[in-house]
């Protein structure tokens, strides 16, 4: 009795400690301050370019102007050397699409073999994937632009032809989809292993193959981790630029819109109307899938990290 | 070269209808494989099916790493042992050279810079929120602005951070950057932030600790969720001030994700190159072995250097390997 009193206090107590209006505020602070920058570059892309090279953003809110024709401009007209910006758009769209289907499913095929075949060495394989997952890419580039650009002889024995698709989305697909592997196949493992032992038993008794198992049983149950990676693996591919960069192989008609933002960035220091309207063009997808979906992201994210 | 050509003649419209049917036709093209072999082997004995299964399931992923990650970091470690253009053995020189000529000195000490302050104090922050906000009634609009950055690419992160830091030389003229015009609102000498050397490198290593401070007060929110509010109870009922309770009690009981969040943010900041590139292109002695790495491979064309900056960053990665993989032993015999 005492003791359930003392609780109920405690807790009280708890509660009130925590949220205190201190705490509170200094959130609230620190939530504003981080949202500025963004908030700025957002408000900024939508005055006109006289104001923007003038006068600060937040000179706006006294003399609001508002005018989409950056947009229009950073979006539909494309300069002597570049096509413009939709162009690109659609490349990242192009690009993530495979790029994010192709990991995904050879990324639960190997976490069903890993999880549930017995055999020999599965362990080491399962360590070594684990281990693959923090392999900076650089260590990868040149070996393996290499091996798009002439394939792979070794002596005098072609192992892998020139396949001759250098400059088209080929080599940023099967680029994204090595890298995407090695967290894909351990997330998904980590997922595949929780499944009761007696469901995938019943079924095997019931004479269900690997494979009717697989469909049948596995899949269905996965979706959620599934999911939960697939926006993971979105954002990164979205907002990639080094691989985009190097797979891409320079050819403006498969780069996506970070390389040519990149670009801009370099070549016009000072165009801000193109380029703050350009930024937010790059962001708007993935700010919607974030917002959207931001809790089967933040689901993907802790059963990466607090697990291992 | 071939690709540029093809441009000169084509519209936009005409590039992306090209481009779609590559798209269409590779996903259709891996839809058809897919569904033929399932459609096939689920038709086979139960005796092939013992073997089929590897080569459908486990094979295609192993291959894909083999031939995309171990053989290339292989390749890449004797690479680093070798000139320019991977013709002739040079023994440790592209070592030397990395750690004596100055300028790539720098490049280390950046690297170790960033290393050192991203995880630190973005762990820090997103710790001290995660705390803040852990009772609060209604966090979700805190965490999901301070979490946003996380969706933004470094590319975008860098033209929202050099929009913040623009500075205008002409002082007749208004200032358009909000960090110079707090500063002038200020009185203080202008100061142009990206170039003056260590100051920028601080400024860059901001923008990743913006980016990786949500991602940091994620993680830690949930492991703070799991602390039992028994153990917090005990604490308080023996006096211990919320602060007390913060360090004695708090940062023990998520001691293990607090390493994970480290060793995460960590490894992203040893790869970064996408802020130091969009935001100075690494002049002005802000450059950090990424963006080295990336020049003398794809600017320079000197393999042999490239390599040994990648092995560099290898072998930074090597100790957190270790460790994950011995904490992942541990976890498995625990289970």
């Not at chain 1, 002439?150 to 032809?161: A, C, E, F, R, S």
């Not at chain 2, 203080?188 to 100051?199: D, F, G, K, T």
């Not at chain 2, 100790?319 to 992942?328: G, T, W």
């Amino acid at each position: 009795m005492a003791t359930a009193i003392f609780q109920g206090r405690a807790r009280r107590r708890a509660k009130n400690i925590f949220s205190s209006p201190i705490a509170a505020f200094f959130a609230w602070v620190l939530a504003i301050v981080w949202t500025i920058p963004t908030f700025g570059l957002l408000v900024s892309s939508i005055r006109p370019e006289k104001d923007i090279n003038t006068s600060g953003w937040w000179t706006f809110f006294v003399n609001p102007n508002i005018s989409f024709d950056n947009y229009q401009t950073v979006l539909f007209e494309g300069t002597t050397t570049n096509p413009p910006l939709f162009q690109f758009f659609f490349n990242s769209l192009a690009v993530t699409l495979p790029a994010v289907i192709f990991p995904i499913t050879l990324a639960v095929f190997a976490a069903y073999a890993l999880a549930w075949f017995d055999f020999k060495g599965k362990d080491f394989i399962f360590f070594t994937i684990f281990a693959l997952q923090v392999v900076p890419l650089q260590l990868t580039l040149v070996p393996l632009l290499q091996l798009f650009a002439k394939g792979l002889v070794i002596g005098d024995v072609t192992v892998i032809p020139d396949l001759g698709i250098t400059g088209t989305y080929i080599p940023i697909w099967i680029a994204h989809t090595i890298f995407g592997l090695p967290l894909a196949i351990f997330l998904l493992h980590n997922f595949l292993a929780q499944i009761p032992r007696e469901l995938i038993e019943a079924a095997r008794v019931d004479g269900a193959g690997w494979f009717t198992l697989f469909s049948k049983i596995v899949l269905p149950l996965s979706i959620p981790a599934i999911a939960s990676f697939a926006i993971f693996q979105f954002l990164w591919v979205w907002n990639d630029l080094l691989v985009g960069l190097t797979f891409g192989g320079g050819a403006k008609e498969v780069a996506p819109m970070t390389v040519r933002i990149a670009e801009m960035v370099g070549t016009r220091g000072s165009g801000w109307e193109v380029l703050t309207a350009g930024a937010f063009v790059s962001m708007v997808v993935p700010l919607i899938v974030f917002f959207a979906l931001q809790r089967y992201f933040v689901r993907g994210l802790l059963a990466g990290s607090v697990k291992g | 070269m071939r690709a540029i050509n093809i441009f000169t003649r084509a519209t936009p419209l005409e590039i992306i209808t090209e481009n779609f049917t590559l798209l269409a036709s590779a996903l259709l093209a891996f839809g058809a494989v897919v569904f033929l072999i399932f459609l096939l082997a689920e038709r086979t004995s139960v005796k092939a099916q013992e073997w089929l299964k590897y080569l459908v399931f486990l094979v295609p992923a192993l291959l894909l790493l083999t031939v995309g990650l171990i053989y290339p970091t292989i390749r890449t470690i004797f690479m680093s042992f070798m000139d320019a253009k991977s013709d002739e053995y040079v023994g440790f020189d592209n070592y030397v050279w990395a750690f004596t000529i100055p300028e790539i000195v720098t490049v280390l000490q950046n690297t170790a810079l960033w290393v050192v302050v991203v995880p630190t104090v973005s762990t820090a922050i997103g710790l001290a929120i995660a705390y803040m906000t852990d009772r609060m009634k209604r966090p979700a609009a805190i965490k999901s602005l301070i979490f946003m950055p996380m969706a933004i690419s470094f590319v975008g992160a860098g033209v929202i951070w050099k929009f913040m830091y623009n500075y205008q030389a002409n002082p007749n003229r208004e200032e358009i950057g909000l960090l110079s015009a707090i500063w002038r609102a200020l009185e203080l000498p202008p100061v142009n932030w990206l170039l003056e050397a260590p100051l920028n490198t601080y400024l860059l290593i901001i923008v990743m600790i913006w980016i990786q401070t949500g991602f940091a007060m994620v993680v830690l929110a949930a492991a703070i969720k799991n602390v039992p509010d028994e153990i917090v109870e005990a604490a308080m009922l023996d006096g211990a001030t919320p602060i007390k309770r913060f360090f004695l009690v708090t940062i023990p009981m998520i001691r293990t994700t607090l390493v994970v969040v480290l060793t995460t943010i960590t490894i992203g900041t040893l790869k970064v190159f996408d802020i130091v590139r969009t935001m100075t292109g690494g002049n002005f002695s802000t450059n950090v072995i990424a963006n080295e790495m990336y020049s003398q491979s794809f600017r320079q064309m000197n393999y042999g250097q490239g390599s040994a900056l990648a092995v560099i960053l290898f072998i930074a990665v090597i100790p957190i390997i270790i460790y994950n993989i011995r904490q992942l032993r541990l976890e498995r015999t625990e289970r």
